[in-house]
């Protein structure tokens, strides 16, 4: 079956600093990968797409890192905020498949 | 455009029973996925459903079923409920829900089983 992990369950920064959330993925064919942002109480949130042509995109404070060679992804949050505090996922996906593979999640603390 | 909207947002339910869940996609998506959250396991997919056909599907007992209607509305059962069905039901829709197809997510359905 698919795995799709996380290397740190739990990450602590303070206000201000840079977050860098990890993840790792065993599907070579994966090809299409998003993270989520799960507030507590409320459904996984979208925050970023990356398709395997790329190994970086950048969004508003969010940048993914995209490395195929040793098939992992990050997720990089600039200038973190205490509203950043949340549970982060990375999903994958191949070209033709039409089920995403999540991985356990990666809890953000930001300390004020 | 609104989100993904689902019913009932909170569900009590004992041992035996059955559940319906409700979802309804964003406007114009035709594909419709259903996941299982519980702490320490992450999101695990159920099935997921697209022109009312289920396309794809989890590795769930059957007590596990869902359907969807002509409009993309798409509903998920579970029979004789058990003490480990308690979780968060969370649907998912996408455009036509191929590869590169982002998915949006409700706020879910907090299920819990007496």
């Known amino acids: 079956g698919e795995s799709v992990g996380l290397h740190l369950p739990t990450l602590s920064v303070q206000e201000g600093d840079n977050s860098i959330i990890n993840c790792a993925y065993s599907?070579?064919?994966?090809?299409?990968f998003i993270w989520y942002k799960q507030e507590s109480g409320k459904g996984p949130q979208f925050i970023i797409d990356i398709r395997s042509n790329m190994d970086k995109r950048q969004g508003q404070r969010v940048t993914v890192l995209l490395n195929k060679t040793v098939k992992h992804l990050s997720l990089q949050i600039a200038a973190t905020q205490p509203g950043d505090s949340a549970v982060y996922f990375c999903a994958e996906n191949t070209n033709t498949g039409n089920q995403f593979y999540f991985g356990t999640g990666t809890s953000l603390t930001v300390i004020p | 455009k609104a989100g993904v909207t689902q019913t009932p947002r909170y569900l009590i339910k004992t041992r035996g029973q059955q559940v319906t869940l409700s979802c309804s996609p964003i406007s114009g998506h035709r594909s419709v996925s259903w996941y299982q959250q519980t702490p320490g396991q992450g999101l695990q997919f159920l099935f997921e459903y697209f022109s009312e056909t289920q396309r794809n599907k989890g590795n769930f007992p059957g007590r596990f079923s869902g359907r969807q209607f002509s409009n993309s509305r798409s509903e998920m059962n579970v029979s004789t409920l058990e003490l480990g069905d308690s979780a968060l039901y969370l649907c998912?829709?996408?455009?036509?829900?191929?590869?590169?197809?982002?998915?949006?997510f409700g706020p879910g359905t907090r299920l819990t089983v007496l």
């Open positions: 599907n070579s064919a994966s090809d299409y």
């Open positions: 998912a829709s996408s455009f036509l829900g191929q590869g590169m197809d982002t998915q949006y």
